[in-house]
């Protein structure tokens, strides 16, 4: 039996939804991190942490549907806080999805078993886009995803930081053009062929939609943001650099704009799966922390950012599926690859669901393990 501190959720809701009197910050050797500082081990966190690799996830989850969870802060933040409970993580990122904003725009995306997200109505052609909305009242749309950081930051109890994200505006493209995941993205990549001024016009709208959503989240409380390019990949160099790279620029720049205008500093994480060539670029993108798949060499990926960001990742997510020993050794050579100043342990991609809880400790207890050791040493 695992405890829900998040039951009584119209007490919780009344008592503790307001972004203020947050508890004070035990742990923030993640933040550190992200901007470069010395810390005592490297920190660690999870992409898809709080997942169905848990069972007391799937007990949660069962018989419920996947966007009415999503709308639910009561049950975001039930399912943000059960990894904390199981692992040392050193930060937490709220639970929800990338497709909330296609969602927040007018379109239709159900969650379907066995299938994944899909849109009934995807978009096929330039004159689709007037079905959007231009303007979009992201406190009205999104605002059960304030809702849930805020209680979620209140719940937390200062454990660790909260981490708000987004997916980036090549990627909810895709999505909303394929109608679906894709192995080709075909359909999203011919609108950039074919319909380059249509393409810019929804990525435009989907950045202006993503600066006004990242910043709702800080505002709720979240403490740092990632913006997940997860289809960066589909792209080559000249398509990443005139589809992708802008809007992510664009992002980090706006957001940090206007949070330095109320005297914020939030870190900011871009993940743009299997953009290898595209490393430099990202790295003097605005962003504090370039998050990296399995596919780049650490000792590489450090040389081509030239120390101009923090790094995070990259340990390959199947390498959760070794004997525990095995895990061990994997992450001290990641570690002695990376360094310990400047980073950011994490997988190169998300949580699978057949994964074993108890290995996934493992890695977690290799991280600090490895990193107070090595740190020792210097």
């Given at each position: 039996?695992?405890?829900?501190?998040?039951?009584?959720?119209?007490?919780?809701?009344?008592?503790?939804?307001?972004?203020?009197?947050?508890?004070?910050?035990?742990?923030?050797?993640?933040?550190?991190?992200?901007?470069?500082?010395?810390?005592?081990?490297?920190?660690?966190?999870?992409?898809?942490?709080?997942?169905?690799?848990?069972?007391e996830f799937r007990e949660f989850r069962a018989g419920k549907d996947f966007f009415d969870t999503c709308r639910s802060p009561e049950a975001c933040c039930e399912l943000t806080l059960q990894p904390l409970r199981r692992f040392p993580f050193d930060a937490a990122i709220i639970f929800s999805d990338i497709l909330v904003v296609p969602q927040a725009m007018g379109m239709d995306v159900q969650m379907v078993a066995g299938k994944g997200p899909t849109f009934p109505e995807p978009l096929k052609e330039p004159e689709d886009l007037q079905r959007l909305q231009v303007k979009v009242d992201v406190e009205k749309e999104l605002g059960y995803v304030f809702k849930a950081i805020t209680l979620t930051r209140h719940k937390i109890e200062g454990k660790v930081p909260l981490i708000g994200?987004?997916?980036?505006?090549?990627?909810?493209?895709?999505?909303?053009?394929?109608?679906?995941?894709?192995?080709?993205?075909?359909?999203?990549?011919?609108?950039?062929?074919?319909?380059?001024?249509?393409?810019?016009?929804?990525?435009?709208?989907?950045?202006?939609?993503?600066?006004?959503?990242?910043?709702?989240?800080?505002?709720?409380?979240?403490?740092?943001?990632?913006?997940?390019?997860?289809?960066?990949?589909?792209?080559?160099?000249?398509?990443?650099?005139?589809?992708?790279?802008?809007?992510?620029?664009?992002?980090?720049?706006?957001?940090?704009?206007?949070?330095?205008?109320?005297?914020?500093?939030?870190?900011?994480?871009?993940?743009?799966?299997?953009?290898?060539?595209?490393?430099?670029?990202?790295?003097?993108?605005?962003?504090?922390?370039?998050?990296?798949?399995?596919?780049?060499?650490?000792?590489?990926?450090?040389?081509?950012?030239?120390?101009?960001?923090?790094?995070?990742?990259?340990?390959?997510?199947?390498?959760?599926?070794?004997?525990?020993?095995?895990?061990?050794?994997?992450?001290?050579?990641?570690?002695?690859?990376?360094?310990?100043?400047?980073?950011?342990?994490?997988?190169?991609?998300?949580?699978?669901?057949?994964?074993?809880?108890?290995?996934?400790?493992?890695?977690?207890?290799?991280?600090?393990?490895?990193?107070?050791?090595?740190?020792?040493?210097?």
């Amino acid at each position: 039996m695992f405890f829900h501190p998040c039951t009584s959720y119209h007490i919780i809701l009344f008592s503790v939804s307001s972004p203020k009197d947050f508890p004070q910050l035990k742990n923030d050797t993640f933040l550190r991190a992200a901007r470069g500082e010395e810390t005592e081990h490297v920190p660690v966190w999870c992409m898809r942490q709080a997942g169905r690799y848990l069972p007391e996830f799937r007990e949660f989850r069962a018989g419920k549907d996947f966007f009415d969870t999503c709308r639910s802060p009561e049950a975001c933040c039930e399912l943000t806080l059960q990894p904390l409970r199981r692992f040392p993580f050193d930060a937490a990122i709220i639970f929800s999805d990338i497709l909330v904003v296609p969602q927040a725009m007018g379109m239709d995306v159900q969650m379907v078993a066995g299938k994944g997200p899909t849109f009934p109505e995807p978009l096929k052609e330039p004159e689709d886009l007037q079905r959007l909305q231009v303007k979009v009242d992201v406190e009205k749309e999104l605002g059960y995803v304030f809702k849930a950081i805020t209680l979620t930051r209140h719940k937390i109890e200062g454990k660790v930081p909260l981490i708000g994200f987004t997916g980036a505006p090549w990627t909810l493209m895709s999505y909303m053009i394929e109608g679906g995941g894709s192995n080709t993205h075909s359909k999203a990549k011919r609108w950039l062929y074919r319909h380059p001024e249509a393409s810019h016009m929804l990525l435009k709208m989907l950045t202006d939609v993503v600066v006004e959503y990242l910043l709702g989240q800080v505002a709720a409380g979240a403490q740092a943001l990632q913006v997940f390019e997860s289809h960066a990949g589909i792209l080559g160099p000249v398509q990443f650099k005139d589809f992708s790279l802008p809007y992510l620029r664009d992002i980090a720049r706006r957001v940090k704009d206007k949070l330095k205008e109320k005297g914020q500093d939030v870190p900011m994480i871009v993940f743009a799966k299997d953009a290898h060539y595209g490393l430099e670029d990202l790295s003097q993108s605005y962003y504090e922390v370039v998050g990296l798949d399995w596919t780049i060499d650490p000792r590489s990926a450090r040389e081509r950012t030239g120390g101009r960001v923090s790094l995070q990742g990259n340990m390959d997510p199947c390498a959760l599926y070794s004997p525990k020993e095995c895990i061990s050794d994997i992450v001290r050579k990641m570690l002695e690859g990376f360094g310990t100043r400047g980073y950011i342990a994490n997988l190169g991609h998300g949580l699978y669901p057949d994964m074993d809880p108890e290995n996934v400790g493992t890695f977690v207890e290799a991280v600090h393990q490895h990193s107070i050791q090595m740190n020792k040493q210097v």
